[in-house]
């Protein structure tokens, strides 16, 4: 490929952004964290349990899922393990308010883990996981 057509391609990517699903059953703290992701640059789309992430990644591919280990409707394993098998190089980013999987067990149990943190981690940090992640991808 010539350089010109790898610049152009890298301002696309960069245009585009990257993909980002958030799967979180408080609305509210989903939407906190949709806009502190959104500051970055990236395309979020925010969804509250495992039918609606299943019917997105359906639709679409994401880069990255944020994805709440305790959802009020549905399995986040069953969220996580669809996306493997649809999208293998989607990584998910788990958060959680409990301490289960704080011994890193996390990582057995769902293969496109790429990180575990706290619901309530500052946003801002949850944002540069993101991107983070979705740059090394």
């Not at 500051?39 to 789309?45: A, Y």
Request: hydrophobic content about 45%; some cysteine; glycine content about 6%.
């Amino acid at each position: 490929m010539s350089q010109d057509v790898l610049r152009e391609t890298a301002v696309i990517d960069s245009a585009l952004g990257t993909k980002v699903l958030i799967v979180e059953s408080q609305p509210d703290l989903g939407r906190l964290w949709q806009r502190h992701v959104e500051r970055l640059g990236s395309s979020v789309r925010l969804v509250r349990g495992q039918a609606e992430a299943i019917a997105a990644l359906q639709r679409e591919a994401f880069d990255i899922i944020v994805l709440d280990l305790v959802l009020t409707e549905g399995s986040a394993f069953a969220v996580a393990d669809f996306a493997s098998y649809r999208y293998p190089d989607t990584r998910v980013i788990f958060v959680t308010n409990t301490s289960f999987f704080s011994d890193g067990s996390i990582f057995h149990h769902a293969q496109n883990a790429c990180a575990m943190v706290q619901s309530d981690a500052p946003p801002e940090d949850l944002a540069a996981m993101v991107e983070h992640y979705a740059r090394v991808g």
